[in-house]
């Protein structure tokens, strides 16, 4: 019953063949190989555009170093208050842009809405001095409670950022739960909408140690390499990043992953429901459940060996707090999540 995270999960198989594929003889260094360049035309044929790609290893990385590349000095970005990027990235999105300001703004269940960005505009006016200047909203597809936003969504946070020359970014280290969940193609989630550049995340899904930052607006990344190699992520054996990524769209397995995992995410939803012991905090549209468990209950199963999170209550919001007696728990699914895992944990739920 493993529900801490979907990186507690190892690398799935097509992932370790790829890398063993690829682990034969010589092939130049630093990302001139030509797997690289193969992942990166693969990138451009799955986003159906002539899309910049860089490979990093964390989704850290990937979101600092790409927003590295919107802000200037002064620089803020619009961000969920919860966001991974505000608070679970060790201040590296500030440490790498040179002090940028994460600028937290409300949202119920992690959203974003246009309310919020119209507050974050309010709070950081443009052309005042003493609060330095917005540059970028940042969308956390899934969000960090395991929303998302639909397209119609992403392109309202595009509208609002061209009005005040914002970049649009997407934190995109659950992009496959929610691309599968919305059933619409990459491109439309992400270009089409209006996304400047997105950090995709492949990690969570099955891959070792592979993220990418892919730009749709080339002009924003043009300095990319540079920050990337400053900070220590260009890989001498690059060639095994792009391995991963070679397994991972192989065959769309990418895809069979992140349905998978949002299928055990949606039969936990069920049993959820149907119990009278749990409550289920809020719909989910990845692979992250959110449920109410008596604080007896979720120690029992923590003793059966059932590996989930309390969420921190002091981050919600008052109608999302759960009663007494009761926490909120976070239970996360990934590729290798089996059925049994499911009912052996919603057994406990039972009367
Ligand atoms: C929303 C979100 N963004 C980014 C990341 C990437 O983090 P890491 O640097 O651990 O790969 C995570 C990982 O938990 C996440 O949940």
């Known amino acids: 019953m493993f529900f801490a995270s979907d990186n507690w999960a190892g690398a799935s198989q097509p992932i370790m063949d790829a890398l063993a594929r690829h682990n034969d003889g010589y092939s130049p260094a630093y990302g001139g190989d030509p797997l690289t360049d193969q992942i990166t035309q693969k990138f451009r044929d799955i986003f159906e555009t002539d899309c910049d790609v860089w490979m990093v290893a964390t989704g850290t990385a990937a979101n600092a170093l790409s927003l590295s590349c919107a802000t200037g000095p002064g620089g803020a970005v619009f961000c969920h208050k919860e966001a991974h990027i505000r608070v679970d990235e060790c201040g590296a999105p500030e440490f790498l842009s040179s002090g940028a300001r994460m600028w937290g703004l409300e949202g119920r269940h992690c959203k974003l809405t246009p309310d919020s960005i119209k507050n974050g505009f309010e709070e950081i006016p443009q ?90 607006n080339k002009q924003l990344g043009k300095n990319f390499e540079y920050r990337r190699k400053r900070a220590g992520h260009l890989f001498s054996k690059m060639r095994f990043a792009a391995a991963q990524f070679d397994g991972y769209f192989k065959d769309d397995h990418w895809l069979a992953n992140a349905r998978h995992a949002n299928t055990m995410a949606s039969n936990l939803i069920a049993g959820i429901q149907k119990s009278k012991k749990a409550q289920l905090a809020w719909d989910s549209q990845s692979n992250e459940v959110f449920v109410y468990l008596p604080t007896d209950l979720a120690a029992k199963l923590e003793t059966a060996g059932a590996a989930f999170h309390e969420w921190p209550e002091n981050t919600l919001a008052e109608e999302d707090k759960p009663q007494d007696g009761f926490g909120l728990y976070r239970l996360v699914c990934s590729y290798r999540t089996t059925d049994q895992d499911v009912d052996q944990f919603l057994d406990f739920l039972k009367d």
């Open 127 to 216: 052309g005042v001095v003493h609060h330095g200047m917005a540059n970028a909203i940042s969308l956390s597809q899934a969000t960090e409670a395991g929303t998302a936003y639909s397209v119609k969504e992403i392109e309202a946070m595009s509208d609002l950022a061209k009005s005040r020359e914002l970049a649009l970014h997407m934190d995109g280290a659950r992009f496959a739960n929610a691309l599968v969940s919305l059933d619409c193609t990459p491109a439309e989630m992400t270009w089409k909408a209006g996304v400047d550049m997105l950090s995709f995340g492949a990690t969570k899904n099955g891959a070792w140690a592979a993220e990418a930052v892919v730009f749709f």
